[in-house]
């Protein structure tokens, strides 16, 4: 077996390149993460139930009537009766024939 030697060809040495380095360049990303934060604002209504009594008074009244009657009973015996004034009628007047007037009482 033979051996072969390459035939390529060798490179040449290159010159070594010229390397520029800029400053960095600075980038920014802003993230936005919410969060919440509760705040309580606690509030308290009073209510005041104010009552006022009216008092109301009343005077009822009440009339009433009475009737009363008195009855006479004159016996005037025989004869025409005579005519009696109305000045003369009353609880306490005399019969015209001067009679008693509670005939009722035969005690």
């Known amino acids: ?23 960095t360049k600075h980038c920014v990303k802003n993230n936005f993460i919410p969060h919440e934060v509760n705040h309580i604002h606690p509030t308290h209504t009073t209510i005041q139930n104010h009552h006022v009594v009216k008092n109301n008074h009343f005077y009822p ?12 009973h004159v016996n005037m015996g025989p004869g025409r009766p005579q005519m009696v004034s109305p000045a003369n009628m009353g609880p306490n007047a005399v019969s015209p024939a001067g009679m008693n007037p509670n005939p009722n009482n035969w005690c």
């Open 1 to 23: 077996m033979r051996h072969h030697k390459c035939c390529r060809p060798r490179p040449t040495a290159l010159s070594p390149a010229e390397t520029v380095v800029h400053p």
């Open 61 to 72: 009244h009440t009339q009433s009537v009475v009737n009363s009657v008195n009855t006479q």
